[in-house]
């Protein structure tokens, strides 16, 4: 059965750093492309980052770029965000998806055919 668990969320201060993790089972990981989006409560949910199958080429959102860095294991079969230099904005319900294929968009929620069940990140003092 096809699976993707996050882990890694929590409550941390304005400037400081979360790991998430995104655990994939039922598929080889290295032949799909992986994202990560977030919702906010009363917000549309928007794509943060994105890395595909081949070349593990990132995309980030505007918002994010040279705060978090994604990163796949295929040996592991995870897919890693690491955020910093946590911002209030950035609290929301963290998502990865996996894509229908080796390439992946932040625009296109439609591309990713199975979702995870989310994780908590609150930034607050």
């Known amino acids: 059965q096809l699976q993707l668990v996050e882990s890694g969320g929590g409550l941390v201060q304005p400037g400081g750093s979360l790991r998430l993790s995104c655990a994939a089972s039922g598929f080889t990981l290295g032949d799909y492309a992986i994202g990560w989006f977030r919702q906010a409560p009363g917000k549309e949910r928007e794509g943060v980052s994105c890395?595909?199958?081949?070349?593990?080429?990132?995309d980030y959102a505007d918002s994010v770029k040279g705060r978090f860095t994604i990163s796949r294991d295929n040996t592991k079969n995870t897919v890693y965000l690491q955020m910093n230099s946590l911002k209030p904005e950035d609290t929301a319900v963290y998502y990865c998806?996996?894509?229908?294929?080796?390439?992946?968009?932040?625009?296109?929620?439609?591309?990713?055919?199975?979702w995870g069940q989310g994780t908590q990140v609150t930034v607050s003092s």
């Open positions: 890395i595909t199958s081949r070349d593990g080429s990132p």
């Open positions: 998806a996996k894509s229908r294929t080796y390439y992946c968009s932040l625009s296109s929620r439609f591309l990713y055919d199975y």
